[in-house]
Every structure is written in C-alpha cells, then in structure tokens.
Nanobody
Framework: VQLVESGGGLVQPGGSLRLSCAAS????????MYWLRQAPGKGLEWVSS????????YYTDSVKGRFTMSRDNANNTLFLQLNALKPEDTAMYYC????????RGRGTQVTVSS
C-alpha cells in the first residue's frame, strides 16, 4: 500500500489549494478514503471522508463549506480542495485508508500565513 500526497504550500488567508493523493498497491475503488491533518503540537485530526464511489462525503465542522473532497477511481487519486483558508488550517495533511490514520502517506504541508 502506498499513498503519496502533494499540492501543499504557503498561502495567504483566504487563499486556496488543491491537495492530491496518489494511491497504489490496493483496490482503491473498494475503500472509503480519508483526509486527516496534524497541526503543530496537536494530535491527528479527522478532516473528511468519502465513500467508494465518491457520491457521499463528510467533513469536520470547522471545514464544512470551505473544503471539498473528491476522488478519481480511474486514476486511483484522491483530492481535497481547500478554499477560504484560515491560519488555523495550518497543518500537515495526510490521506489515509482508515479514519485513524494507521495507513497513511507521509503528508503534505499546508501553511496559511500573511
């Protein structure tokens, strides 16, 4: 199983980023997938989930209406669109095959600062 995130960076408050996660080594379209994040000095936090077909997604309250999760099963890729970013969104973002992050990638850093 391999999960490789990309797309992070430094962005000003109110800006946008699109994170990607390339999955391999397992039947991607058979699994719910997750985005998690870890802010400096804090624990791992669940951000969003999406079902196998991509028709249902769920979000933690702090990102509802700003983040959108999607997937491309033909290309084994997961996405997270981050809009209206806030400084408190600063964190390492991970894609994961389970909601607790036991099977996750190395992460991509998102820093929101002016």
């Amino acid at each position: 199983v391999q999960l490789v995130e990309s797309g992070g960076g430094l962005v000003q408050p109110g800006g946008s980023l699109r994170l990607s996660c390339a999955a391999s080594g397992f039947a991607f379209n058979a699994y719910w997938m997750y985005w998690l994040r870890q802010a400096p000095g804090k624990g791992l936090e669940w951000v969003s989930s999406i079902n196998q077909a991509g028709g249902r997604s769920y979000y933690t309250d702090s990102v509802k209406g700003r983040f959108t999760m999607s997937r491309d099963n033909a290309n084994n890729t997961l996405f997270l669109q981050l809009n209206a970013l806030k400084p408190e969104d600063t964190a390492m973002y991970y894609c994961a095959r389970d909601s607790e992050g036991n099977l996750r990638g190395r992460g991509t850093q998102v820093t929101v600062s002016s």
